[in-house]
């Protein structure tokens, strides 16, 4: 089992930047490849970034590249979302997910952990 708790999460003007973080604890979180989703209100969760075990193979959804940078800290057990330049359509709940395969997915089903989710709220 792995317990994730995400944080960071606040209302920022569109333009600004947050960082959330994401502690897991419990069975070697280390060892999963780490993801962040966001589901915005009526609609779906929808993949945002993951960063394998290593934190050398990262990838992000097309409608974040280049602003949000995905990165983790595997001795402090944490996974962070730094997001730069936001946008009121990056509105949303952002969900940190933990997968115990070696590979990046980005696929909510198959991720087995997930954390409670933080809100992000961005005013125009």
């Known amino acids: 089992q792995v317990q994730l708790v995400e944080s960071g999460g606040g209302l920022v003007q569109a333009g600004g930047s947050l960082s959330l973080s994401c502690a897991a604890s419990?069975?070697?979180?280390?060892?999963?490849?780490m993801g962040w989703f966001r589901q915005a209100q009526g609609k779906e969760r929808e993949f945002v970034a993951a960063i394998n075990r290593g934190a050398g193979s990262t990838y992000y959804a097309d409608s974040v590249k280049g602003r949000f940078t995905i990165s983790r800290d595997n001795a402090k057990n944490t996974v962070y979302l730094q997001i730069t330049s936001l946008k009121p359509e990056d509105t949303a709940v952002y969900y940190c997910?933990?997968?115990?395969?070696?590979?990046?997915?980005?696929?909510?089903?198959?991720?087995?952990?997930w954390g409670q989710g933080t809100q992000v709220t961005v005013s125009s």
């Open positions: 997910a933990a997968r115990g395969r070696s590979y990046i997915s980005t696929v909510p089903s198959e991720y087995a952990y």
């Open positions: 419990g069975r070697t979180s280390s060892s999963y490849v």
